[in-house]
Each structure stands twice: as structure tokens, then as C-alpha cells.
């Protein structure tokens, strides 16, 4: 079946500007995560998502980041004011539930330059 | 907060040289320890879940252990495709984040 799918797979934006990354859970996964990797580290978590709200925001590293999943389904991360600092790859994850040590599974990622 | 810690950071092996890698972590009430193997340019890709100590688990050639304090992924006879970034994960009960901890990873190079 299909997997986590992201889009777009690359982003380059101007410092300051305003982007949206999206990510597409496996069909039927009701728990969404969202973090981010940088070049030679492990993923940091930002984000988890129970089906349409956030249960866990406490990896955000401040109010210029934040996320949404208005149907339980497709999330959208979004960074404003984006600073040099922000360029990572920003990586998804589903799986069949939260709370538990059910698998993630993860998507490849969108690549996000802030020049 | 759980912290985990990987060695080597990388690792070059010639082909059918097996070694194993090394993920040391502290946690508050271990849920599972996780490991993923990461291509270039791509996103981490499943490989195990160990629950408690003393469980193992293995897929052709990894094999993957677990003690209270740290996990071991061997790799037996590897083949120059098995060349990728393993990562290792927690998930602790004790309150904090929900999401996994990852370590740094090991990058690992099978010559033929």
C-alpha cells in the first residue's frame, strides 16, 4: 500500500517569508507526527497529532512554527517568518495509534532552505 | 528526559566483516526502542521494535538485542547494500514528549 507521502520534496524561500509543508499519513494511521532533521543529527520531535488535535506541541521551538490536521487526515506545517536557522529536512510519520509503542512510519521528507 | 547515544558515529567494514553498533540510553520507563536504517536523501525506514530486556529480534542479516541499558545491532556478513545511516529511538513513559528521541546515528560503509 501506499506510504507517508510529503510535498514538496524540496523548498528554498527567503528569510522571512511564510511556507507550508504537507504530509499524507498511511490510510487509516489516526496518529501523525511531525520532526525535523538536521544534517548530521538524528530527528528532533516537534509535533504529535491524535486525530484532528494536537496532543502534544512541547517540540515546537517557539510561535513561528505551528501545525494542523483539520479532518484527521493530511497535516500541514507551517513556519512563518522563516529564519536561516529553520533550514532542515522536515520529516513525517504515521502510525495506527498514539500512546503507545506502535511503529512509525515514516515519509521521505521535504528538504527546507531559508537563504 | 531520555537521551540516547550512538557508537561508533561511523563505522567502514569490508564486505562480509560483521560488527555490531551500539545504542546507550537512559529512559523514564522504557515503551520500546526502535531502530530505522536511513538511505541519503530519503526518510528512516523500519527495521525493529524491542519492547523489554532480553529480547531479540532479527531480519537476514541485522540482528537486534536489548538490556536495560543499551541495544546492539549485528550485522552479519554485511553486503556493500547494507551501507546506510542506522538510527536508534526511545520512547519513554515518564511524562515528557510523546514523539520518539533519537540518537545521532551510525554511519555505516560495507566495501566491497
Known amino acids: 500500500g501506499a506510504g507517508v507521502s510529503q510535498t514538496p520534496s524540496n523548498k528554498v524561500t527567503e528569510k522571512g517569508k511564510y511556507v507550508e509543508l504537507r504530509c499524507d499519513p498511511i490510510?487509516?494511521?489516526?496518529?501523525l507526527y511531525w520532526y525535523r532533521q538536521s544534517l548530521g543529527q538524528g530527528p528532533e520531535f516537534l509535533i504529535y497529532?491524535?486525530?484532528?488535535?494536537?496532543?502534544?506541541d512541547s517540540g515546537l521551538p517557539n510561535d513561528r512554527f505551528f501545525a494542523v490536521r483539520p479532518e484527521g487526515s493530511v497535516s500541514t506545517l507551517k513556519i512563518q517568518r522563516t529564519e536561516r536557522g529553520d533550514s532542515a529536512v522536515y520529516l513525517c510519520?504515521?502510525?495506527?495509534?498514539?500512546?503507545?509503542?506502535?511503529?512509525?512510519?515514516f515519509g521521505p521528507g521535504t528538504r527546507l532552505t531559508v537563504l | 528526559e531520555d537521551q540516547v547515544t550512538q557508537s561508533p558515529e561511523a563505522l567502514r567494514l569490508q564486505e562480509g566483516e560483521s560488527s555490531s553498533l551500539n545504542c546507550s540510553y537512559t529512559?523514564?520507563?522504557?515503551?520500546?526502542l526502535f531502530w530505522y536504517r536511513q538511505d541519503p536523501g530519503k526518510g528512516p525506514e523500519f527495521l525493529f521494535t524491542?519492547?523489554?530486556a532480553g529480547e531479540e529480534k532479527e531480519k537476514e542479516r541485522l540482528k537486534a538485542t536489548l538490556t536495560k541499558k543499551e541495544s546492539f545491532l549485528h550485522i552479519t556478513a554485511p553486503k556493500p547494500e547494507d551501507s546506510a545511516t542506522y538510527l536508534c529511538?526511545?520512547?519513554?513513559?515518564?511524562?515528557?514528549?510523546?514523539?520518539?528521541?533519537f540518537g545521532k546515528g551510525t554511519h555505516l560503509i560495507i566495501q566491497p
Open positions: 490510510s487509516g494511521h489516526t496518529a
Open positions: 524491542l519492547y523489554s
Open positions: 529512559v523514564s520507563g522504557l515503551r520500546g
Open positions: 510519520a504515521s502510525s495506527l495509534g498514539g500512546g503507545s509503542t506502535l511503529t512509525q512510519y
Open positions: 497529532f491524535q486525530g484532528t488535535g494536537a496532543a502534544d
Open positions: 529511538a526511545v520512547e519513554g513513559s515518564g511524562g515528557g514528549a510523546d514523539g520518539l528521541t
